[in-house]
């Protein structure tokens, strides 16, 4: 009996022994934010992330290419699907670019404000800056897509948070105040294994490009002047050296995303444009985006005036009569294979050529885009320095200053060798308004294909049906309704505080 | 025994001090032996000398000896499930008694979590299952074997060696995990069990929330509660069962042969909007035309042996078993091989004071032969593969580098050679479970109980799965890949229990009260090789530093998971009089995957019955039993999904990560942010709150036995996943796990027994019939119910169809008096295409003309058994099914659709103005084969799930020794035109058939010995 009263005490301390399990637990298997967002490192790489949404495929690798070249005059396309709905200004408001677009650039809002309410802890205005001027990116391709009223976002969002619609103006201070004060916290430039980071100078660019779109050109110019005053940036000897895969550091590029030179691996997005601006479907390129015939034409407008051919053309897409091939085919060939004989152009920019010349099948004759399906590493630049002087030149004029501003047109047509503004075009500066035209036609030669004549368009009052001299395309559009694309039919649903606006 | 002795030596010493003190009054000494009606001795039953305190219990012989007063004594012999019988001693001095066992089963105890319950008093709705007959099954798992067997309960279950079915108890009322919680040996269990059917000794299933309410936050589907078999005092027993047979897939689907495929796509490519690739095959014949349901559907056995040895003493008992069960596979895939041994055993350390004892299992699974999760030729999809799958294609074809006909892409084909699948892909899981626990019984005093529990489920789990380059698929060709992971799954259950019963007068009560810690912990590692070397092509499969390991890059991981889960828990039953019976419980769980004040909640439930057939108004003899009852409870659902770190939000960062590329060559920059997957922290239970109300009447002593429930209520805080606006920064389309969503849930069950056992001829027929209605009651911003072709609207029933309103062909009138520019999709329609009615009127039929139609929830669920006895001989036939559900026949709409895969026998296009089903088609989408309600089926079915007849050998030699044979689904009765009617479907897309791993049907004979 004794020895069972043990075996009693002996169960009861066994079981007494017996641990309770704990209801706090914390996630062993990943870092969360909460655990997050302790040393300089890590805010760091906060930023890198807000970086990291340039390269979507729904931004810079590459549906912001074909909204803007899709929605203004310069692109176009014969495909049965969305990308012609969205050249028509057709498209629904659940279409295919909408969503994502307001996705993405969210989502570097979102990632850039992380940075921002975080960085006070380590005092970091240089990470700051970036973060803000990437916010302030975010909301002007925002605004370009959809138009002023989007989403008011100015802090990281809980899963709860339905932001209001944001009233006229409000973004653009929203974007203005975030340039200012980055323009302060960035630095000048960065050292060579940091470039691609936001400078001073690109966030001063992008201000200016700001106030243009509201028309306040006194308020760009001085910001210009001190791009152009920093010694920063300089034109490139060559100017198709821009659109290539060079892997060195390029002074023109005030801003550019950055693809990894002979992309992609694990760690990077390619840019797919090359692939989606191909002239037609072949080889594993789509074909989606063709040139109108309004590049062609500025081209032969310079060529009539000057009497020689601007170098810039060939650079800038591929026709027939292109001195260079297109993946190995003459522009001749490529407009016989055009689905739309009225439109026999492509474009050439930034078709990534250097890795795929004569790259022809050998069987079909067909040239082949399989060796470059997985390229897609040359550098986009967001904002050229030559575009900084057109601007400052268009800057200058709305001053008054035409005949200063003549010198820096004069600059950028120097480059390519084209005869001096003046000779070429003897009553360009005889009026403030002469010269505005003509600075369009400087802009679209020099900058066609880079995404602002979108801007462009709607800068000097014709984004419209008008338009329609131009660019066919245009036939269907709508005023009044078509110069802003619908608030994505989802947000709206799961947003009540969002209205729909003229699109919708 | 040495009690016994002392205990009949006190008598003894007593009755002479009786007998010295007065010598006139009468001594008996009664003996003789207590016996069943088999013969079979009674060990324990009790013989007491009516109005006295006087008595004593049978030994393991049964053999009893007791003094009595004089011949006017009377003796009450019981043993519980027996008929207590009083015999008058008169001036017999032996009396051997035979006690029948009683078929009046209001007396049963029922387990019903943490403590037992008289049927009689049960309030709530629970079903006890006949666990005899779920043992003519040939399932090899224990959910499975449920199917068909209790009102309010459908399992699902398919041919898949070593699947579990899914299980429903009243039905689906949640998004996502509907499965119920298992309790074995009062151990709460992560999943399905695992254990060897055949230990188990009963099952009883709470079903209502009032009955579950005692598992609290894990109840929200119900609970079974399982008791496993235990060792018996009394005489050693020895029993085995031995089970074997073949199984096959029932049905073929008539399919065409290559000719007639090859006509039907030539139609197709010869209208104005064709468009795609042609087949080649289909214009010039390779004079190949494979059976493929032939080659890959095969005969597959079967094998079951388990074996027990029990017993017991005076003052242990002991139960040991081994078990083996065989199934392989009736097409090309997995095979299932489950080894395990059991001892359950308990020991009365201190007479009437401690108990202490354990059970446990242990076994082994191997399956072998599945295929990779993901890939396309998963053993289920070898199914659908071997029926869609071009007769054009042979099964061997030497000019493709694997070897395997698999198909090209001049022929469109996307085939996986399910064949050469399984040969190539060599993929094993070896998985040891334990399962059981120990415990200690402690009687503090009369009627108070201290219950002790150590529970453990512990699962290990062993993956290896290789492939050499191969190709079987179209131009993929696969590189060589060796991955190997373990997983650890732990769950440690403890239970500290008090309970306390008392009876005085007529008032009975039990008052309850208990605390739970329930850790659940995970641990996995993986590694994983791409490109492998030839080290492993060579078989060699382990992995070590001098392995060549490839070229791919070796990925690895490992991960933990801990979950813990604390209860409070109590439960009051009061009886007045066994009248008015009150059952109360309460329980209060902490959850640690919920945060902050939501990690804590309570749920309660309260019962009220009234048994009339006890009070004195009533009086009708051949009622038994009457009552009603009455029961409301709350239960949650503490499924957050898989991620038990649900409440925070986790980082962004790695390979493929948010990175960027720095410096002009674009060298990788590491980035992190804010996972898209965004945790919330405010989650809590989905709390299901849930009236019940019921019958129970008895018949003529039990011969006739009727339960009825009726049943209705809310669920609330449902899970859904719930779109959040692009503008919260993770992107367009996400969504956000929040408690957004309501349901509603009623239902009725019925039950109904009809037993006669007298006599040489015994029969008892049991059926059940059931429905449950689940309708979504309210919903958050930007959930529209659509899913697939089905709609969940608000006020509805889940999961109605939604296609377009199928109207016929089209004639050339019908088209010459259509309105210019009317579309379907992107054409307009030709002659012979599929009419679609324009709901909305807009000339274009498109998303906006579908229409909501059908009822894909059963109008009833049922099932029946009949079993009959005549001398040897035993038979039983077993049905379940289904009527009043309507179902897409997905399966046949795809292989209309789909000039890539073979077409149905009985289909019969419109070819040249010939034919009842719209116009073949190529990819260009004239919308012929768009779901529509010419694929809405009437789904209802009846299936002969068991017929079974045993033929018991009369030998002295063994208790029992009966040889049967068995089949198992060996008839369906449906007009369901796809291989298998029976299917589960998402709580969305209840109604859209599938084709997976069909029902098998099995025949096997066997053998039941026990001595």
């Given at each position: 009996m004794k020895n069972k009263i043990k075996l009693v005490y002996a169960f009861a301390l066994t079981f007494s022994l017996v641990a309770c399990s704990e209801l706090?637990?914390?996630?062993?298997?990943q870092v969360s934010e909460s655990t997050f967002w302790q040393t300089e490192s890590q805010l760091d790489q906060g930023v890198i992330a807000a970086y990291d949404v340039l390269q979507f495929d729904t931004m810079y690798g590459q549906n912001l290419h074909i909204i803007y070249s899709g929605l203004s005059d310069e692109g176009t396309n014969e495909h049965p699907f969305e990308f012609n709905a969205l050249v028509r200004f057709t498209?629904?408001?659940?279409?295919a670019f909408g969503g994502p677009h307001w996705g993405s650039n969210y989502t570097m809002i979102s990632r850039a404000y992380q940075v921002l309410e975080n960085e006070p802890r380590f005092n970091k205005p240089a990470i700051a800056g970036q973060a803000e001027f990437l916010i302030a990116l975010a909301y002007f391709n925002l605004v370009g897509y959809?138009?002023?009223?989007?989403a008011y976002v100015d802090r990281v969002q809980n899963p709860g948070d339905r932001p209001s619609t944001a009233e006229d103006g409000q973004i653009y201070a929203l974007i203005e105040s975030m340039l200012l004060s980055a323009i302060d916290k960035l630095p000048l430039g960065w050292s060579e294994n940091d470039y691609g980071r936001a400078t001073k100078g690109a966030a001063q660019a992008l201000l200016a490009k700001t106030y243009f779109q509201q028309q306040r050109f006194a308020e760009a110019e001085p910001l210009l002047k001190a791009v152009i005053d920093s010694g920063q940036y300089s034109l490139l000897a060559n100017y198709a050296d821009n659109f290539m895969e060079t892997g060195t550091v390029n002074?023109?590029?005030?801003?550019l995303v950055n693809f990894i030179e002979d992309g992609p691996t694990n760690e990077t997005d390619s840019n797919r444009r090359h692939q989606i601006f191909?002239?037609?479907?072949q080889g594993g390129a789509f074909g989606d985006i063709q040139c109108s015939n309004m590049i062609f034409n500025a081209f032969n407008r310079e060529e009539d005036a000057t009497?020689?051919?601007?170098?810039?053309m060939d650079q800038t897409i591929i026709y027939p009569g292109s001195e260079l091939t297109y993946y190995g085919l003459s522009g001749q060939a490529w407009a016989d294979e055009?689905?739309?004989?009225?439109l026999l152009t492509g474009f050439?920019?930034?078709?990534?050529?250097?890795?795929?010349?004569?790259?022809?099948?050998?069987?079909?004759g067909l040239p082949t885009f399989m060796t470059i399906l997985?390229?897609?590493g040359t550098d986009y630049i967001v904002i050229r320095y030559a575009d900084v002087l057109l601007m400052y030149a268009e800057a200058l004029n709305a001053a008054g200053n035409t005949a200063q501003a003549v010198t820096y047109v004069d600059q950028v047509r120097a480059r390519s060798e084209r005869p001096a503004l003046l000779d070429a075009?003897?009553?360009?500066?005889?009026s403030q308004s002469a010269f505005r035209d003509q600075l369009e036609q400087e802009r679209i030669l020099e900058?066609?294909?880079?995404?602002?004549r979108f801007f462009d368009l709607k800068r000097y009052g014709k984004?419209?049906?008008?338009?329609q001299a131009e660019d066919?395309?245009?036939?269907t559009f709508t005023d009044g309704q078509d110069e802003v694309a619908g608030i994505p039919q989802s947000e709206l649903d799961t947003n009540a505080n969002l209205r729909p606006n003229q699109a919708n | 025994m040495k009690y016994i002795i002392r205990f009949k030596s006190a008598l003894l010493f007593l009755g002479l001090i009786v007998g010295l003190q007065s010598s006139a009054i009468a001594q008996n000494t009664i003996t003789g032996t207590i016996t069943d009606a088999d013969g079979q001795p009674l060990a324990g039953a009790t013989v007491v000398e009516q109005s006295t305190t006087n008595g004593v219990v049978a030994d393991f012989d049964g053999n009893y000896s007791i003094v009595v007063g004089d011949s006017n004594a009377v003796l009450t012999f019981s043993f519980v499930g027996f008929v207590t019988q009083d015999i008058p001693v008169g001036a017999r001095t032996t009396i051997n008694v035979s006690l029948q066992a009683d078929q009046?089963?209001?007396?049963e105890v029922v387990v019903i979590g943490y403590g037992k319950q008289k049927k009689s008093s049960l309030t709530g709705a629970v079903s006890i299952i006949d666990v005899g007959e779920t043992e003519?099954?040939?399932?090899?798992?224990i959910t499975d074997r449920?199917?068909?067997?209790?009102?309010?309960v459908t399992v699902v279950a398919n041919?898949?060696?070593g699947s579990i079915g899914d299980i429903r108890i009243r039905g689906s009322?949640?998004?996502d995990d509907n499965n119920p919680l298992y309790v074995v040996d009062g151990v709460i269990l992560s999943g399905a069990p695992t254990i060897?059917?055949?230990?188990?000794e009963n099952i009883q299933i709470l079903k209502d929330a009032s009955s579950a309410a005692?598992?609290?936050?894990?109840?929200g589907n119900g609970v079974i509660v399982i008791t496993t078999k235990k060792g018996q005092k009394g005489k050693l027993r020895v029993s085995a069962n031995v089970t074997t047979g073949f199984q096959q897939i029932a049905e073929k689907l008539d399919m065409t042969n290559a000719e007639g495929w090859a006509r039907i796509v030539r139609a197709a490519f010869d209208s104005p909007n064709a468009s795609g690739l042609q087949p080649a095959h289909a214009f010039n014949l390779p004079g190949i035309d494979t059976d493929w349901q032939s080659e890959v559907f095969r005969t597959a056995t079967l094998q079951d042996f388990n074996a027990n040895v029990s017993g017991g003493g005076d003052r242990f008992t002991v139960l040991f078993g081994v078990n083996h069960t065989y199934q392989d596979g009736t097409v090309p895939g997995p095979k299932f091989d489950r080894s395990g041994i059991r001892l359950n055993s308990s020991f009365e350390?201190?007479?009437?004071?401690l108990t202490v004892g354990q059970n446990v299992a242990f076994n082994r699974v191997r399956l072998s032969g599945?295929?990779?999760?993901?890939?396309?030729?998963a053993a289920g999809l070898a199914v659908p593969t071997a029926i869609d799958?071009?007769?054009?294609?042979?099964?061997?074809?030497?000019?493709?580098i694997s070897g395997y006909g698999h198909g090209d892409t001049n022929n469109l084909s996307f085939m996986v050679n399910p064949i050469g699948f399984a040969a190539l892909y060599k993929n094993t899981t070896e998985t040891h479970n334990i399962l059981g626990n120990v415990y200690a019984d402690f009687?503090?005093?009369?009627?108070l109980n201290y219950h002790f529990s150590l529970g453990i489920e512990r699962g290990t789990s062993y993956n290896k799965l290789f492939n050499p380059?191969?190709?079987?698929?179209?131009?993929?060709?696969v590189g060589s890949a060796l991955s190997v992971a373990d997983s650890e799954d732990q769950t440690t259950y403890i239970e500290h229990r008090l309970t306390y019963e008392k009876t005085f007068g007529k008032h009975t009560f039990s008052l309850m009260g208990a605390f739970n810690d329930l850790e659940e912990t995970s641990f996995g590692t993986s590694i994983a090789f791409d490109n492998s070397l030839n080290a492993f092509e060579a078989g060699l499969f382990e992995v070590s530093?001098?392995?060549?390991?490839?070229?791919g890059i070796p990925t690895v991981g490992s991960s933990r998971s801990t979950v813990a889960t604390h209860s409070l828990l109590s439960r009051f039953t009061y009886d007045f009089d066994d009248r008015y019976l009150l059952k109360a419980s309460v329980r209060r769980d902490s959850y640690s995957v919920f945060l902050g004040e939501n990690r804590d909640d309570v749920f309660p439930s309260l019962d009220i019955g009234w048994n009339?057939?006890?009070?004195?108004?009533?009086?009708?003899?051949?009622?038994s039993q009457l009552k009603l009852r009455a029961a409301y409870g709350e239960v949650g659902n503490n499924?957050?999904?898989?991620?038990?770190?649900?409440?925070t939000t986790g980082i962004s960062q790695g390979a493929g990560g948010p990175n960027y590329n720095l410096g002009p060559t674009g060298t990788a920059a590491a980035g992190a942010t804010r996972d898209a997957a965004l945790g919330n922290p405010d989650l809590t239970w989905a709390r299901v709150s849930e009236y019940n109300f019921g019958v129970d009447l008895e018949m003529f002593n039990g011969k006739l036995a009727f339960e009825g429930n009726y049943y209705f209520g809310e669920v609330e805080n449902l899970l859904a996943d719930v779109p959040v606006p692009a503008s919260a920064g993770i992107g367009f389309g996400s969504t956000i796990r929040l408690n957004a969503v309501t349901n509603e849930r009623k239902g009725w069950e019925t039950a109904l027994t009809f037993r006669k056992?007298?006599?040489?001829f015994t029969y008892s027929i049991s059926a059940n019939a059931f429905a449950t209605e689940t309708s979504v009651k309210s919903v958050p911003a930007?959930?529209?119910?659509?899913v697939g072709s089905s709609i969940t609207s608000?006020?509805?029933?889940?999961a109605r169809l939604f296609v377009w309103d199928y109207q016929g062909l089209y004639t050339s009138e019908d088209i010459a008096a259509?309105?210019?520019?009317?579309?379907?999709g992107e054409f307009e329609p030709i002659v012979g295409d599929a009419k679609y009615r324009d709901?909305?009127?807009?000339n274009i039929i498109d998303q906006n003309d579908r229409v909501a139609v059908g009822?894909?929830?059963?109008?009833v669920n049922f099932g029946l058994n009949f079993t009959a006895a005549y001398k040897n001989w035993d038979f039983t036939a077993f049905f379940s099914g289904l009527f009043g559900r309507d179902v897409l026949n997905g399966p046949i709409q795809g292989l209309h659709a789909d000039i890539a895969s073979n077409y149905p026998a009985?289909?019969?296009?419109?070819i040249n103005g010939v034919g009842t089903h719209p116009r073949p088609q190529t990819?260009?989408?004239?919308?012929?084969?768009?779901?529509?309600?010419?694929?809405?089926?009437?789904g209802s079915f009846v299936k002969l799930r068991n017929l079974q007849i045993g033929y018991t050998v009369?030998?002295?030699?063994?208790?029992n020794l009966r040889l049967f044979i068995s089949g198992q689904n060996l008839f369906t009765w449906t007009d369901?035109?796809?291989?298998?009617?029976e299917f589960e479907g998402?709580?969305?897309?209840?109604?859209?058939a599938e084709l997976g791993y069909p029902v098998v049907r099995s025949i096997a004979l066997g053998l039941n010995v026990s001595l």
């Open positions: 706090d637990q914390v996630d062993p298997n498209l629904s408001d659940t279409d959809f138009g002023e009223n989007v002074p023109e590029a005030v801003f191909s002239v037609s479907e009497g020689s051919k601007d170098s810039r055009a689905p739309d004989q009225n050439y920019k930034y078709s990534e050529q250097e890795h795929t010349a004569n790259n022809v099948d050998p069987s079909s997985a390229d897609g075009y003897p009553g360009a500066a005889d900058l066609s294909g880079e995404n602002w984004y419209n049906n008008a338009q066919a395309n245009f036939g | 009046n089963v209001l007396d003519k099954s040939q399932y090899t798992n449920l199917q068909g067997r209790a009102a309010g041919g898949e060696p009322a949640f998004f060897n059917p055949n230990d188990v005692i598992y609290g936050s894990r109840a350390v201190i007479k009437d004071r599945g295929a990779e999760e993901d890939n396309a030729a799958a071009l007769p054009v294609i042979p099964v061997f074809d030497p000019t493709k009687t503090i005093f009369d009627g380059r191969n190709q079987i698929r179209r131009t993929t060709l530093a001098a392995t060549p390991q490839g070229t009339v057939h006890n009070e004195a108004f009533f009086n009708v003899d051949a009622i499924d957050a999904g898989d991620n038990p770190y649900i409440g056992l007298e006599g040489d930007g959930f529209t119910g659509i608000v006020g509805s029933p889940r259509l309105p210019a520019g009317f579309m379907v709901v909305n009127g807009d009822n894909t929830l059963p109008t009985n289909y019969n296009p419109y990819a260009g989408d004239h919308g012929n084969y768009a779901a529509s309600t010419l694929y809405v089926e009437d009369p030998w002295k030699d063994v208790d369901f035109t796809s291989i298998e009617p998402g709580f969305f897309t209840a109604g859209e």
